[in-house]
């Protein structure tokens, strides 16, 4: 009787388990998404500098 009492210990560690494994799972889709939307907003591309990186070419070209 007590492998019984051992395998529904074992079953319930497993589905606490696999309950972690969910929602680490879903907090980072949530994070993933969030960071898409910010990417997705700003339009930012490989070939097109930051405001800032434009401000300095400016403020070098006019010294």
């Known amino acids: 009787m007590e492998q019984t009492s051992d395998d529904s210990k074992n079953e ?5 388990n ?3 494994l ?4 879903r907090i980072n889709t949530q994070a993933l998404r969030k960071l898409l ?3 997705e907003s ?13 401000e300095k070419v400016i403020n070098n070209l006019e010294n």
């Not at 969910?22 to 799972?25: A, D, G, P, S």
């Not at 339009?43 to 434009?54: A, R, V």
């Open 22 to 25: 969910l929602e680490q799972n």
């Open 12 to 16: 319930s560690k497993e589905e606490d």
């Open 42 to 54: 700003k339009n930012i591309s490989e070939d097109k500098p930051s405001d800032k990186s434009q």
């Open 37 to 39: 939307k910010f990417i």
């Open 18 to 20: 696999i309950q972690r």
